[in-house]
């Protein structure tokens, strides 16, 4: 979107998002979309970006991939360039996730994305941030059935059970 801006306002009764071009100091667009907690915030959020996206074109980047590229550098090692008295050193603090090569996509912002490829890509590692050490190819998956949550209860006493149901409920991106 170059130098244009979503700006979300999340309210326990309705989300509002304005489309801002910053350049011609406009608005695109203004949307107000029902986010109550009996029909799901989740959803009154989405529903609102649909229709800003179909009124302006798609975010560059949606909120569901910033929120797994950051949840995912977060929690993904580094490898930095240090120097002692012995010269050029590379320290690695954290996990290496290199070699992970299956990814799971849950929660209700990444299985209504719009773009479920997109919003799990976050989790590869890109040019010029090879600090992170994140796997370089995977294939995703997303949990259709939003029951991860519970396979991870049920796993402890039934575990080829919950395997079984999980993968059922995996649907590949």
């Known amino acids: 979107?170059?130098?244009?801006?979503?700006?979300?306002?999340?309210g326990s009764t309705f989300t509002k998002i304005a489309a801002i071009d910053l350049e011609q100091e406009i608005v695109l667009s203004s949307v107000k979309s029902p986010s109550t907690i009996k029909n799901g915030v989740t959803i009154g959020?989405?529903?609102a970006l649909?229709?800003?996206?179909?009124q302006t074109g798609p975010l560059d980047r949606d909120l569901a991939a910033v929120?797994?590229?950051t949840s995912f550098e977060r929690h993904?090692?580094?490898?930095e360039v240090v120097y002692g008295p012995h010269g050029e050193m590379v320290i690695q603090t954290g996990k290496a996730l290199g070699m992970v090569d299956n990814v799971i996509g849950t929660g209700?912002?990444?299985i209504c994305s719009l773009n479920l490829r997109k919003a799990l890509a976050g989790v590869l590692a890109e040019d010029g941030k090879n600090h992170f050490l994140k796997p370089k190819t995977?294939?995703?998956s997303?949990?259709?059935d939003y029951i991860m949550y519970a396979i991870r209860l049920l796993v402890r006493s039934e575990p080829q059970k919950a395997l079984r149901i999980m993968k059922k409920s995996l649907l590949p991106v």
């Open 138 to 140: 995977a294939d995703f």
């Open 45 to 47: 959020v989405l529903e």
């Open 142 to 144: 997303i949990d259709k």
């Open 76 to 79: 993904t090692g580094k490898a």
């Open 108 to 110: 209700g912002p990444i």
């Open 1 to 10: 979107m170059g130098n244009k801006k979503r700006l979300v306002d999340i």
């Open 67 to 69: 929120a797994v590229e």
């Open 50 to 54: 649909k229709i800003v996206d179909t």
